[in-house]
Nanobody, 124 residues
Framework: QVQLVESGGGLVQAGGSLRLSCAASERTVSRYTVGWFRQAPGKDREFVSGISWSDGTTYYADSVKGRFTISRDNAKNTVYLQMNSLKPEDTGVYYC?????????????????WGQGTQVTVSS
């Protein structure tokens, strides 16, 4: 059973930065593809970014491209999401998720394991 724990959320002003962490319970990041999703109140969960376990290829939603960076540390079994130039529309609960395939899925249903989420609030 893969367990994922997010941390690093908080309240930040527009233009600020946060770094989210997704710590896995086992050797997950080297064997599973990990994605970050977010969900704002009243909205569907949306794909933010993902990283493939096989070659480290990264993917981003258009809305965060150039501002967010996903990375992984296999030794620490952790995936990070560095978020810069934050905007109020980035507000939401951020979840990390893992799947066994090598391809990054942009749909939430493509992931088998989920963390509990961490709140990110960006004030204007």
């Amino acid at each position: 059973q893969v367990q994922l724990v997010e941390s690093g959320g908080g309240l930040v002003q527009a233009g600020g930065s946060l770094r989210l962490s997704c710590a896995a319970s086992e050797r997950t990041v080297s064997r599973y593809t990990v994605g970050w999703f977010r969900q704002a109140p009243g909205k569907d969960r949306e794909f933010v970014s993902g990283i493939s376990w096989s070659d480290g290829t990264t993917y981003y939603a258009d809305s965060v491209k150039g501002r967010f960076t996903i990375s992984r540390d296999n030794a620490k079994n952790t995936v990070y999401l560095q978020m810069n130039s934050l905007k109020p529309e980035d507000t939401g609960v951020y979840y990390c998720a893992a799947r066994g395939g090598a391809l990054v899925a942009r749909a939430a249903m493509g992931y088998d394991y989920w963390g509990q989420g961490t709140q990110v609030t960006v004030s204007s």
